[in-house]
T-cell receptor, first 109, second 117 residues
């Protein structure tokens, strides 16, 4: 079983839709959770960084962590074509980082 | 703004050439940097962890003599792909995290697209 599981998609939504991206994990030691956005031929860009369970909101983005279910989510409200990218979840325990495979998102104008 | 700078962004060279990629942390001193390789539509594959002032730690299956890593200063790590061949063509990305506290998120460079002819 992989440490982190993420549906690769692709996911295609109309502009303005609410997008839900998810990851599950198996290691209960993970305490820090991250979401990165990666445009084609660019490095990943840190979007959200959360500690332990709960929600964190930043503009149109909301990160949610449910440690009891070992499940994290990223919600994008009022999605825009510029949100079209690959979204990677990541989590860490100590100095070990684990990444999901990424979900490809396309927002159609 | 960017906190990690990577150079060059794109390299095309002949088979047998050695290629050096630089990774700089701009806003902080990074005692540890990471080097990844990414194939199209696949996730990041950690190649090695670069430690300032000491030898890099390579992941299983990564050839140390093929991928030379030097981390001579707190703001610069380099990856040299020696005698590159077409199968080394890939997207190479470095990252760094703020030192001091554990579990700080990694900040990535913009990647280097390496094409070996």
């Amino acid at each position: 079983q992989k440490e982190v599981e993420q549906d690769p998609g692709p996911l295609s939504v109309p502009e303005g839709a609410i997008v839900s991206l998810n990851c599950t994990y198996s290691n209960s030691a993970f305490q820090y959770f991250m979401w990165y956005r990666q445009y084609s031929r660019k490095g990943p860009e840190l979007l959200m960084y959360t500690y332990s369970s709960g929600n964190k909101e930043d503009g149109r983005f909301t990160a949610q962590v449910d440690k009891s279910s070992k499940y994290i989510s990223l919600f994008i409200r009022d999605s825009q074509p510029s949100d079209s990218a690959t979204y990677l979840c990541a989590m860490s325990a100590g100095n070990q980082f684990y990444f999901g495979t990424g979900t490809s998102l396309t927002v159609i104008p | 703004g960017a906190v990690v700078s990577q150079h060059p962004s794109w390299v095309i060279c002949k088979s047998g050439t050695s290629v050096k990629i630089e990774c700089r942390s701009l806003d902080f001193q990074a005692t540890t940097m990471f080097w990844y390789r990414q194939f199209p539509k696949q996730s990041l594959m950690l190649m090695a962890t670069s430690n300032e002032g000491s030898k890099a730690t390579y992941e299983q299956g990564v050839e140390k003599d093929k991928f030379l890593i030097n981390h001579a200063s707190l703001t610069l790590s380099t990856l040299t792909v020696t005698s590159a061949h077409p199968e080394d063509s890939s997207f190479y990305i470095c990252s760094a995290s703020h030192p001091g506290q554990r579990n700080q998120p990694q900040h990535f460079g913009d990647g280097t697209r390496l094409s070996i002819l």
